[in-house]
């Protein structure tokens, strides 16, 4: 089975700080894909970045990058000059390819203090 | 282009009772997965409508149930409600069909209470 962890329960920095989110995750597969997903207090999950497992180059969308270590299954999300917009849950998410189910960690709160 | 969308937003039920939720998916899906979200948890996946048929369910019950139609939209019906039950209920659409590597774009979600 997948399982995917997140160990930090909440988070806080000030704005325009940087910020890295940790994860691990569980698996025996080979190829699957990866995922940030953030959900505000609007409780709309929003897709923050992707990667796919086959790919060793850390993916990367503007402020947000990922730290994708392969054989340490992990997979830490780093936020760059955070902004008061970046307050949200924090959901690492895990799929294996061809799957049809996202598998989710507990998630992490993140505060931006002003 | 029309997002994911959900109703109703919010609902209170009585233990026993039965709840219907809806969605509708983004334009170009065809493929809707519901996902049940306990307070403080991440989503939990509950299964996955294809051409109207479920295509893979996680663990949860019978009562637990869904359609598709031909327009994509898709239904979770839950029968026998128990308190348990109160979480935040997501759909989430995609396309690709059984590829399965195709984003899955998330509604605003249901929030259920039990009582």
């Known amino acids: ?114 | 282009e029309t997002g994911v969308t959900q109703s109703p937003t919010h609902l209170i039920k009585t233990r026993g009772q039965q709840v219907t939720l809806r969605c509708s998916s983004q334009s170009g899906h065809n493929t809707v997965s519901w996902y049940q979200q306990a307070l403080g948890q991440g989503p939990q996946f509950i299964f996955q409508y294809y051409r109207e048929e479920e295509n893979g369910r996680g663990n949860f019950p019978p009562r637990f149930s869904g359609l598709q139609f031909p327009n994509y939209s898709s239904e979770l019906n839950v029968n026998a409600l128990e308190l348990d039950d109160s979480a935040l209920y997501l759909c989430a659409s995609s396309g690709g069909g059984l590829a399965g590597n195709y984003e899955q774009y998330f509604g605003p979600g249901t929030r259920l209470t039990v009582t």
């Open chain 1, 1 to 114: 089975a997948q399982t995917v962890t997140q160990s930090q329960p909440e988070m806080s920095v000030q704005e325009a700080e940087t910020v890295t989110l940790s994860c691990t995750y569980d698996t025996s597969e080979n190829n699957y894909y990866l995922f940030w997903y953030k959900q505000p207090p609007s409780r709309q999950m929003i897709l923050v970045i992707r990667q796919e497992a086959y790919k060793q180059q850390n993916a990367t969308e503007n402020r947000f990058s990922v730290n994708f270590q392969k054989a340490a299954k992990s997979f830490s999300l780093k936020i760059s000059d955070s902004q008061l917009g970046d307050t949200a849950m924090y959901f690492c998410a895990f799929r294996i390819q061809g799957a049809q189910k996202l598998v989710f960690g507990q998630g992490t709160r993140l505060t931006i203090n002003p």
